[in-house]
């Protein structure tokens, strides 16, 4: 029985991870993958804090930072261009 309950809340963990694994933009990267240079990309906090949570499974975190620990929020914003050379 024990095993059972240990079964379904890893499937259910797992099962929530999979909401975040893409936006609008793309699909999420890892904590050491590197990115599409012109997006933006930001901490997934939902995946981190899932993370934290089901530490005890060792599974679900290992899964989140290689997988899932950034996604793209948009555009790369480029900075001004205030004192250019005349």
Not at 35 to 61: H, Q, R
């Amino acid at each position: 029985m024990r095993r059972i309950c240990l079964a379904v809340l890893l499937a259910f963990s797992v099962g929530l991870m999979s909401c975040t694994t893409r936006t609008s933009y793309g699909e999420c990267i890892g904590a050491f993958e590197d990115g599409d240079p012109a997006l933006d990309y930001d901490p997934s906090i939902l995946n981190i804090i899932l993370g934290v949570i089901f530490m005890e499974t060792i599974v679900v975190p290992v899964v989140v930072v290689v997988g899932m620990t950034r996604c793209p929020e948009g555009p790369r914003r480029t900075a001004p261009q205030c004192c250019e050379a005349q």
